[in-house]
């Protein structure tokens, strides 16, 4: 199973925090990732967790893993104007080489 | 460090006509990797070599689509003929190794549109 569901749409005044959330079925996932679009461009890696861990903190990102409920966040503090932008969750397994992406999250930051 | 080259950026061809893509990935990365990710999806894996062999082509529609990576460097994805569902931006990645230690730096894609 490498079906990866992420809500389409956030907006989010400046300032405030962002969450974007990601859910995943293969439990087999061992890397879990977050990715960037902006728009034009190429995707960015942001930010990756390990299965076996629950929480990853990166300056204003924090990445919470719930593996139980095979479920993904992603939260970004003090969003600003240059974090609008697609953000993808992907996921990959032990013996994979390929990653599955789920469908993106639309951030618009609105003054 | 220079990143993931792909050329062209657009392109807009008529259905049943052929188109070529190119990737330049970054220096010393022995795995390429094609995408095709359609408006409003993520991308999807068509493709994945390590040096000049193919890993992975379990999701490239081989009837009209075909990549080589001859040298193990530049990698070419071609189609043939094109069809309206083809529309998309193909995405080229590259990473040191293959495996999930590694992380896959991508390029500004291609967006194709087929008319």
Known sequence: ?111 | EAGVAQSPRYKIIEKRQSVAFWCNPISGHATLYWYQQILGQGPKLLIQFQNNGVVDDSQLPKDRFSAERLKGVDSTLKIQPAKLEDSAVYLCASSLMAGPGYEQFFGPGTRLTVL
């Not at chain 1, 728009?39 to 903190?57: C, E, H, R, V, W």
Request: glycine share 8%; proline share 2%.
């Open chain 1, 1 to 111: 199973g490498e079906d990866v569901e992420q809500s389409l749409f956030l907006s989010v005044r400046e300032g405030d925090s962002s969450v974007i959330n990601c859910t995943y079925t293969d439990s087999s996932s061992t890397y879990l990732y977050w990715y960037k679009q902006e728009p034009g461009a190429g995707l960015q890696l942001l930010t990756y967790i390990f299965s076996n861990m629950d929480m990853k903190q990166d300056q204003r990102l924090t990445v919470l893993l719930n593996k139980k409920d095979k479920h993904l966040s992603l939260r970004i503090a003090d969003t600003q104007t240059g974090d609008s932008a697609i953000y993808f969750c992907a996921e990959r397994g032990p013996n994979d080489y390929k990653l599955s992406f789920g469908a993106g999250t639309t951030v618009t930051v609105r003054a």
